[in-house]
């Protein structure tokens, strides 16, 4: 597929919801033909990401802050502080399914209400859990971390047809200073590394917002600048 194969709808501008003093805009995958794998996993490679069933990219009038990251997972070397946290972390369980679970729900609905209590997602509702996270475009992985018998976090992920894309992740509150956002990452390069996966995409990194800051932490690297992949080493 090439760029002149298809049709892309455009926003409106509207405020910006990860910096405030800039005005946003989106491209939408509108054309139906992009309704399934194989034209997610290209997309993703254009600079692309998912809401729902919704495939967007930012395309905004002043600002390009926002930076497409993919970890190259057949390189990629813990730093020191991420090896003391799967230390730390060893006593949890992960599980995992390819369902999106009703049961995941309460976990949701208070991580968005105490962590994001100031985000465009507050208050979490059902409906909104369901239209955000689940999707019919691709195999979806759900990498559930568990502390004895009590859920404390879910990573919601996508499998392209070469990389896991991290879709978003949502945990205990309670467990903040168990890093679990940060774990979840850890653990999607490991299931990318055993099934032979080469890359774990995180979304868009923007320096300049706290909430989106923490994704060029894991080494080395991919960004998206100017239409090409320009690796990043330590």
Known sequence: MSSSDFKLGITKTFPC???????????????????NNDSYTWLMTQGFRRSGNQIYRPHCPSCNACQSIRVLVDSF?????????????????????????????????????????????????????????????????????????????VAVTDKLENALSAVYTFYHPDYRKSALGILSILNQIRICAEIKLPY???????????????????????????????????
């Open 200 to 234: 774990l995409y995180l979304g868009y990194q923007i320096d300049n917002c706290q909430k989106m800051n923490y994704k060029d932490r894991y080494f080395p690297y991919e960004k998206l600048t100017e239409n090409n992949w320009l690796i990043v080493n330590k």
């Open 17 to 35: 919801n990860y910096l405030p003093e800039e005005q946003e805009r989106l491209l939408i995958a509108v054309d139906d033909r992009f309704q």
């Open 77 to 153: 070397s813990p730093s020191r502080s991420q090896k003391r946290l799967l230390k730390r972390s060893s006593h949890f369980v992960l599980k995992k399914s390819t369902e999106l679970k009703d049961d995941y729900y309460p976990l949701y609905e208070k991580y968005i209400n105490t962590v994001h209590a100031d985000g465009a997602m507050y208050p979490a509702s059902y409906q909104q859990f369901k239209n955000f996270l689940a999707c019919k475009i691709s195999e979806q992985l759900f990498i559930e971390t568990w502390d004895k018998e009590k859920l404390i976090s």
